[in-house]
């Protein structure tokens, strides 16, 4: 079970580009990378998920280098109402559905007016 | 679809009562799961079904725990006798895995006190 590694909390202002790496250095061949958004009193919510190299979807950037040891999930200009708690997982998305979905301690991203 | 329904929302009971959440999945996901979170041990994967069928419950925390999914639309997890360290909010989640997509959408939650 690759175990994923991440800051505990992060600062930001309004405007800014924040990015936010995970460390996972045991990471297997078929593990795919999923970040997840959560705010408070609510479940987590599906941002980005991707194998290697770069994926871009509406909401965010996911930056995987070639030795897919570490991620980084990049927001562009961030809001207040991006303040929340943000999970990196990773996991074998055909094979094992729970190691899919087993979530670490979480990045808290403040964002600041 | 309205997404994944849980309740109650919101659920006190005495110590030593029988609780019991409910879940309503997204129509047509074959996957769901349960979890459990705590400031102190933050998102805990209790359990998941796959069609129904329980897959993994090794984060059943003890025997007093227990989830059933009779049919593809209903679940519930239930806690007899419920105890003061139970108290938490509990998620469940429903998925559709096709091999590509693997999104899991989560509900509101129960938050559950137990006094």
């Known amino acids: 079970l690759a175990k994923t590694t991440q800051p505990i909390s992060m600062d930001s202002y309004e405007g800014q580009e924040v990015n936010i790496t995970c460390s996972h250095n045991?990471?297997?061949?078929?593990?795919?990378i999923t970040w997840y958004q959560q705010f408070p009193s609510q479940g987590p919510r599906f941002i980005i998920q991707?194998?290697?190299t770069k994926v871009t979807n509406e909401v965010a950037s996911l930056f995987i280098p070639a030795d897919r040891k570490s991620s980084t999930l990049s927001l562009p200009r961030v809001s207040l109402s991006d303040t929340a708690v943000y999970y990196c997982?990773?996991?074998?998305?055909?094979?094992?559905?729970?190691?899919?979905?087993?979530f670490g301690g979480g990045t808290r991203l403040m964002v600041k007016p | 679809d309205a997404g994944v329904i849980q309740s109650p929302r919101h659920e006190v009971t005495e110590m030593g009562q029988e609780v019991t959440l409910r879940c309503k999945p997204i129509s047509g996901h074959d996957y769901l799961f349960w979890y459990r979170q705590t400031m102190m041990r933050g998102l805990e994967l209790l359990i998941y079904f796959n069609n129904n069928v329980p897959i993994d419950d090794s984060g059943m925390p003890e025997d007093r725990f227990s989830a059933k999914m009779p049919n593809a639309s209903f679940s519930t997890l239930k806690i007899q006798p419920s105890e003061p360290r139970d108290s938490a909010v509990y998620f469940c989640?429903?998925?559709?895995?096709?091999?590509?997509?693997?999104?899991?959408?989560f509900g509101q939650g129960t938050r559950l006190t137990v006094v």
């Open positions: 991707g194998y290697k």
């Open positions: 997982l990773v996991g074998d998305k055909i094979n094992n559905a729970g190691n899919m979905l087993t």
């Open positions: 989640a429903s998925s559709f895995r096709d091999g590509q997509n693997t999104e899991a959408f």
């Open positions: 045991n990471i297997a061949t078929n593990d795919y």
